[in-house]
């Protein structure tokens, strides 16, 4: 039976391999939306959007691979579905990738970008800061700045053509290592001796979205709102609507997590 009961609707996906995609379905959860968990390559043919989470990328992929869904996903974005890969969702969606591991990783594709791996460092390295996001509260309302949590985070190094930004953030470079870059983020060297680059943290290409940090874990969810009007949008198009919640019995899982204030 299809999630929500009708034929006529579409749910929002939310891939549900690994990482945070019980965070994703909780922050949807607050919208009203109940996100259904995508696990199967025919569990993408009951939904209208997918959204990607973030967690280990590699091993994202391995299990991708592992359950054959490459094939379904890459259908998925072709068919202009909306898609949202959030920072290793976004290294998903990337059509070229840096600091892959050996033998590089198999990956979805789609965005005219190329993403950097890793760019801000390791885990030890993951930081949180306000980023402008004129674009967003433009649509959405709210203050002109979203909280990014940055974990182990990607970053959008070049972008095609047709890749709009919506956020970017200006580091300090004065070696090609992540651990200086870092370094310079929290303004602990010499800002003079090194010079600026701006990297793109947020971007959207049609129907695909992507961010290299964490909405999922904020209170904030205009970046959800965001990515559900692309949903409702697409749907209408092909004259569906949005799959609401469905009776608290039928949602598995912990769906009311922590998240950081
Ligand atoms: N928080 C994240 O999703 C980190 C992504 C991680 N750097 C990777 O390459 O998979």
Same mark, same amino acid.
């Given at each position: 039976?299809?999630?929500?009961?009708?034929?006529?609707?579409?749910?929002?996906?939310?891939?549900?391999?690994?990482?945070?995609?019980?965070?994703?379905?909780?922050?949807?959860?607050?919208?009203?939306?109940?996100?259904?968990?995508?696990?199967?390559?025919?569990?993408?043919?009951?939904?209208?959007?997918?959204?990607?989470?973030?967690?280990?990328?590699?091993?994202?992929?391995?299990?991708?691979?592992?359950?054959?869904?490459?094939?379904?996903?890459?259908?998925?974005?072709?068919?202009?579905?909306?898609?949202?890969?959030?920072?290793?969702?976004?290294?998903?969606?990337?059509? $070229? @990738?840096?600091?892959?591991?050996?033998? +590089?990783?198999?990956?979805?594709?789609?965005? !005219?970008? &190329? %993403? #950097?791996? =890793?760019?801000?460092?390791?885990?030890?390295?993951?930081?949180?800061?306000?980023?402008?996001?004129?674009?967003?509260?433009?649509?959405?309302?709210?203050?002109?700045?979203?909280?990014?949590?940055?974990? $182990? @985070?990607?970053?959008?190094?070049?972008? +095609?053509?047709?890749?709009?930004?919506?956020? !970017?953030? &200006? %580091? #300090?470079? =004065?070696?090609?290592?992540?651990?200086?870059?870092?370094?310079?983020?929290?303004?602990?060297?010499?800002?003079?001796?090194?010079?600026?680059?701006?990297?793109?943290?947020?971007?959207?290409?049609?129907?695909?979205?992507?961010?290299?940090?964490?909405?999922?874990?904020?209170?904030?969810?205009?970046?959800?709102?965001?990515?559900?009007?692309?949903?409702?949008?697409?749907?209408?198009?092909?004259?569906?609507?949005?799959?609401?919640?469905?009776?608290?019995?039928?949602?598995?899982?912990?769906?009311?997590?922590?998240?950081?204030?």
């Amino acid at each position: 039976m299809e999630a929500g009961g009708a034929a006529h609707q579409r749910s929002v996906g939310v891939l549900s391999l690994q990482g945070s995609f019980n965070e994703h379905i909780a922050a949807l959860r607050r919208l009203g939306v109940m996100g259904v968990e995508v696990r199967k390559a025919e569990h993408l043919e009951k939904i209208g959007s997918l959204i990607i989470p973030g967690g280990e990328s590699t091993t994202m992929a391995k299990l991708a691979h592992y359950h054959n869904l490459f094939p379904a996903l890459r259908e998925f974005v072709k068919s202009g579905r909306p898609v949202w890969g959030t920072c290793a969702g976004l290294i998903f969606l990337a059509d $070229r @990738a840096i600091g892959q591991k050996n033998g +590089g990783q198999e990956f979805i594709g789609g965005l !005219d970008c &190329t %993403v #950097h791996r =890793n760019f801000f460092g390791s885990q030890l390295q993951s930081f949180e800061i306000d980023l402008l996001v004129s674009k967003l509260a433009a649509k959405e309302g709210g203050p002109a700045s979203f909280r990014g949590v940055f974990i $182990r @985070a990607p970053a959008i190094m070049e972008v +095609g053509p047709d890749v709009e930004v919506l956020a !970017d953030y &200006t %580091v #300090h470079v =004065n070696d090609s290592t992540n651990a200086k870059i870092v370094t310079s983020l929290r303004g602990l060297e010499d800002k003079k001796s090194s010079s600026t680059q701006k990297v793109v943290v947020a971007a959207r290409q049609g129907n695909l979205l992507v961010t290299a940090f964490h909405p999922e874990l904020t209170k904030d969810t205009r970046w959800h709102s965001f990515f559900l009007k692309m949903s409702v949008e697409n749907n209408e198009e092909h004259g569906l609507s949005i799959s609401k919640e469905v009776a608290s019995s039928e949602v598995k899982g912990p769906i009311f997590l922590p998240i950081f204030e």
